[in-house]
């Protein structure tokens, strides 16, 4: 039998293990949590990125614009809803949607080019497909390829007088749609990142933490789209581009700013006709606003020249 005097101490040892070991869980637990929860935190911001509600916005009439419902197939497996807002001077503008917005979420656009003349047509973004999810660009190329197929179909379309608009997102993929795209005439591409693994940080981070988080957000996306993070470089589009017009179009806010640098600098080093407006007191966005007049002349303006042979200060014929 033990001693009266064992029972106490034998216990005392019991409760040091027992609080020692819960100790040792906390801290694999905290270990764990600070080293998983920055991946998470990155897995689940490229999640948000490219999953979510469909923005699907007005319509044409709304505007007072004429329009056409259209439908036309684009790749794996989607079919494509739009409008086919005709104009008067012959040349058309593909109006690209931006990250989750529906084919009349950008109106405000359609409405600057239709009222100088030019037949418009915008799509879908792939959130509001039967895809439900975005590739933040490099995919929505196969939409602005089917895109120019249907308008090859219309006999009031002149297929040689085919130019590309876009915001952000879209900005990208405009510009990598141009250098897979030789029969489109000219690009406006608005506040688009220049290499998304770049803008990330990915491979240039000095605190674990972000590498972690990076890490989440680079391994995340193949998962959730099928593709390659590094496929999302307009940079290396942008010098494939020929001697065609290119516009970009920057807030002097801009975050993205030094990136619309290094690509005007590749642009024009391949021979590309690029040219780089910086608005003034912008963001990311709000451009049309901050400028509305001068949106006009350069924008609407830049894509009469690339198009129609319009010079500054005529008017189209």
């Known amino acids: 039998m033990l001693d009266e ?5 034998r216990g005392a040892v019991r409760t040091r293990v027992y609080w020692l070991r819960l100790a040792q869980l906390f801290l694999v637990a905290l270990v764990g949590a600070l080293f998983l929860l920055p991946f998470l935190m990155g897995a689940f911001s490229m999640w948000v990125l490219t999953r979510g509600l469909c923005v699907p916005g007005g319509s ?9 419902d259209i439908l036309f197939p684009s790749a794996r497996g989607i079919t494509q809803q739009g409008y086919f807002i005709p104009g008067t001077n012959g040349a058309t503008i593909i109006l ?16 600057v080019f239709h009222r100088a003349g030019f037949n418009v047509l915008t799509f879908n973004s792939r959130v509001c497909t039967s895809q439900g999810w975005i590739s933040l660009g490099y995919q929505e190329v196969e939409d602005v390829e ?27 993929t ?24 770049e803008m990330l940080g990915w491979g240039r981070s000095t605190n674990f933490f ?4 990076q890490l989440g957000a680079v391994v995340a996306y193949p998962l959730l789209t099928g593709g390659d993070i590094h496929d999302l470089n307009p940079l290396d589009a942008i010098g494939k581009i020929g001697p065609r017009p290119v516009l970009l179009v ?35 966005g709000g451009y049309l606003w901050a400028a509305p007049d001068e ?17 500054d200060g005529e008017s189209p014929s």
């Open 96 to 111: 690209i949607p931006a990250f989750k917005g529906g084919r009349g979420s950008e109106l405000y656009y359609a409405e």
């Open 295 to 311: 949106f006009v002349t350069r924008v609407v303006g830049f894509h009469e020249a690339a198009l129609l042979g319009v010079q």
């Open 250 to 284: 920057y807030g002097s806010r801009e975050v993205s700013l030094a990136g619309a640098r290094l690509m005007l600098e590749r642009a024009r080093a391949n021979g590309v006709d690029a040219d780089l407006w910086v608005v003034e007191g912008a963001g990311h």
């Open 60 to 68: 044409p009439a709304d505007r007072a614009m004429p329009y056409e």
């Open 174 to 197: 405009g510009l990598m749609a141009m250098a897979r795209m030789p029969d489109i005439r000219s690009v406006s591409a608005e506040g688009g990142y220049h290499d998304y693994a």
């Open 146 to 172: 089917a895109a120019y197929e249907y308008l090859k179909t219309r006999p009031d379309v002149d297929a040689a007088r085919v130019g590309l608009h876009g915001f952000s997102s879209a900005g990208a």
């Open 5 to 9: 005097t064992e029972r106490p101490r």
């Open 210 to 213: 972000d590498t972690l988080y």
